[in-house]
């Protein structure tokens, strides 16, 4: 489903954010990505949306190498991935419902198609009461499942969760946990990056520990949180 | 489908104005003052035309012919002058209507009344009132006249007494003209910069969601669109505000320029040319919030 092939990545002032990456994550699987700040966890997210480009190797996302796709065509490729942010990225000026709708409105989707699925998947996140509220009028819990919702409203096959739960509570950060693994058991493919120690060690699935841009550790199966 | 999107992107402009409403009402203001200065340009222009086609008016030269001259050989000479591209008209004017212009202008001058009744003769000349098309055209009619085969019948011109006039009008004709052009470019400049860096300021305050956007996969044209659609709203409000803060203005003001220049009224203009009035500001508006969205929202739509 997800190749990375000898990634390095190298940020201005020749820091090397990743380096000599190698990683091939399977459809369905749930991955965690650990590790410390700087170790070039957030930095492989962001070349699966080309919000960046490797400096070397081969990113290669459902067959399709991502140095191939066009400028005009990545907003084609963001709609097959759903993504949420530890800092939420919702649109302060639309409702919850709007947000939602717009990630629907730009794969094209009709206004039965919005009306019908908003409602459901806002219900599904347990925001069913809350569709007109904007986002400065909710909870962080709120908002992030807001996030999670938009992230799933066009059934994306892979989920990026970029430290999901780090400005979340320990109930909500739970609650978030609890929605992706019942994304995951839907036969998506959920990849987490976090520092949720307790968090990684509950979903207890596939660990990838990373330090200095380097992958130091891959566990398979039953993964540990281990630093 | 493609009506489907527009209805979207209409209605999320539309959403956007209205909820931005603080920021909408600043840059609307700021576009209304904008459209303002335009309707003033419009007006000083008017003025400026007005007063140079009065001062052109009232230039023109006249060739006075001998007493000795016939009507026909003067005839003559009108049709050798009208032939003339650079004419615009030529007036005769017979000894017997210059003195009775002469008269009336005098009629309330006992002396002079008088001491016409005692003349046997008309002591008037017949005479050719010659008006150019342009008052920088005035030599070559003067130096037409001279070489004329009837230049002996011809007493005086009065170009040569009129000149250095002719030169002021001219000089102050074109100071008029290229200074309110160039005034009007400057202006005009000063306004699209005004608008278009309070337009940028609006959209760099919600460059944060451009970028979310972006991130959830909107496409270029599909987050642009909105943007638009929201400078268009910006430029009809502020040109239905600034036409209706103008006329009265206009209506208020037209009187007070009439005491200085009886001949013009200002406001009988702007109302005789309202249609055009209103598409002009209404497509500046628009035009003017459109483009300066399109070029502001460029820089945020590289992510």
Not at chain 1, 138 to 153: C, D, N, V
Not at chain 2, 172 to 195: D, E, F, H, Q, S
């Amino acid at each position: 489903m997800i190749h990375y092939k000898d990634i390095s990545t190298m940020y201005a002032g020749d820091f090397m954010a990743l380096d000599g990456i190698n990683l091939d994550i399977k459809d369905g699987e749930f991955v965690s990505i650990v590790g410390p700040a700087g170790a070039g966890k957030s930095t492989l997210l962001r070349l699966l949306t080309r919000e960046i480009s490797p400096s070397s190797g081969q990113v290669v996302v459902d067959g399709v190498d991502l140095a191939a796709v066009e400028s005009d065509s990545i907003p084609l490729l963001r709609r097959k991935i759903g993504t949420v942010f530890q800092d939420f990225k919702l649109l302060a000026t639309k409702n919850a419902f709007e947000n939602v709708s717009f990630a629907l409105e730009v794969c094209g989707a009709s206004d039965d198609e919005i009306q019908n699925d908003v409602p459901k998947v806002l219900g599904i996140v347990g925001l069913g009461d809350k569709t007109q509220n904007f986002p400065h009028q909710m909870s962080g819990g709120e908002k992030q499942r807001l996030a999670i919702a938009r992230a799933l409203i066009h059934r994306p096959r892979i989920i990026l969760a970029d430290e999901p739960t780090g400005n979340l509570d320990l109930v909500n950060s739970y609650d978030v946990l609890k929605l992706l693994m019942k994304i995951n058991e839907l036969g998506t493919t959920v990849i987490m990056v976090t520092h949720n120690r307790d968090l990684v060690n509950a979903v207890g699935r596939r660990v990838v520990t990373m330090e200095k841009g380097k992958i130091v550790r891959d566990q398979v199966e039953q993964g540990k949180y281990i630093i | 489908m493609f009506k489907q999107k527009l209805t979207r992107v209409f209605w999320a402009g539309w959403t956007n104005f209205k909820r931005n409403s603080y920021v909408s009402f600043g840059t609307t203001g700021v576009m209304v003052l904008v459209l303002l200065l335009f309707l003033s340009i419009i007006a000083l222009s008017f003025l400026s035309s007005t007063v140079v086609t009065s001062l052109q008016d009232k230039v023109d030269v006249s060739a006075y012919f001998k007493q000795q001259a016939s009507e026909e050989e003067i005839n003559q000479v009108k049709g050798d002058l009208e032939s003339l591209a650079v004419v615009q008209y030529v007036e005769y004017i017979s000894r017997d209507k210059a003195l009775e212009d002469f008269k009336q202008r005098h009629a309330g001058d006992a002396l002079i009344q008088e001491s016409l009744a005692q003349l046997d003769e008309n002591p008037l000349q017949a005479s050719l009132n010659i008006k150019a098309k342009e008052s920088s055209q005035y030599a070559a009619i003067a130096s037409f006249l001279e070489g004329n085969r009837f230049r002996t019948l011809i007493d005086k011109i009065n170009f040569y007494e009129n000149e250095q006039v002719i030169h002021r009008v001219e000089g102050i004709t074109t100071g008029l003209r290229n200074g309110g052009l160039a005034a009007t470019l400057v202006l005009a400049v000063i306004a699209a910069l005004v608008t278009f860096n309070t337009i940028r300021l609006t959209i760099y305050s919600q460059k944060q969601e451009i970028e979310i956007m972006r991130l959830v996969g909107g496409s270029n044209w599909y987050i642009k669109a909105p943007y638009l659609i929201e400078g268009a709203f910006y430029g009809i409000f502020a040109g239905v505000v600034a036409l209706l803060v103008f006329y009265p203005v206009a209506f208020a003001v037209s009187p007070k320029v009439a005491v200085v220049m009886p001949s013009v009224d200002m406001f009988g203009y702007f109302t005789g040319s309202i249609i055009q009035i209103i598409l002009l500001i209404m497509a500046a508006g628009v035009g003017l919030g459109v483009i300066s969205s399109f070029i502001a929202i460029r820089r945020f739509l590289k992510i």
